[in-house]
């Protein structure tokens, strides 16, 4: 497939269906939130740990981030360059990180069973702790220098989130 060939109206604009061709699309595309991507540092993930939750994102089949089978390690490990003791490490960090939970640790298949809902309670709180965040320095900036008395009650609220971590 040629994605010059593909026309839209705006010319920027490549329909994903232009964009990825069905060799690509054979092996499915995964849903990742921006913030994952963005707030990497700030969310205390490693490189390794977020490629670990990347993997099992990547298996969650129609919203099931419960229930997720997870892959196994040595072939994971294999296709991201690293050893599997790597991995082992990044996947009980995440469990002692609050970021995931294993339900079964070996099922018929001789892999885990992951719970990913833990990883979308903490993104999720990360996230609206981050638009409270921004609220607050927009307020900042169109009123100036003071702090309204809006100001100051959303800045608590923000203390008392960043408690709950």
């Given at each position: 497939m040629d994605i010059s060939t593909e026309k839209t109206e705006d010319e920027n604009i490549i329909p994903r269906k232009a964009a990825y061709d069905?060799?690509?699309?054979?092996?499915?595309?995964?849903?990742?939130?921006?913030?994952l991507l963005?707030?990497?540092n700030e969310l205390q993930l490693t490189i390794s740990e977020m490629d670990f939750i990347l993997q099992l994102l990547s298996r969650v089949k129609d919203g099931e981030y419960g229930n997720i089978i997870g892959p196994p390690i040595a072939k994971v490990a294999k296709q991201l360059g690293c050893t599997?003791?790597?991995l082992h490490g990044a996947k009980k960090r995440l469990v002692g990180k609050g970021y995931l939970a294993i339900i079964n640790e070996r099922n018929d298949?001789?892999?885990?069973?992951?719970?990913l809902r833990p990883f979308m309670e903490k993104i999720n709180k990360h996230a609206r702790q981050k638009r409270l965040w921004d609220k607050?320095?927009?307020?900042r900036d169109e009123e100036g220098a003071g702090a309204s008395q809006v100001d100051r009650r959303l800045e608590e609220i923000l203390?008392?989130?960043r408690k709950e971590k």
């Open positions: 069905d060799d690509v699309l054979h092996f499915g595309m995964t849903a990742i939130p921006n913030i963005q707030r990497r599997p003791t790597t298949l001789r892999t885990n069973i992951y719970d607050i320095e927009i307020n203390k008392k989130l």
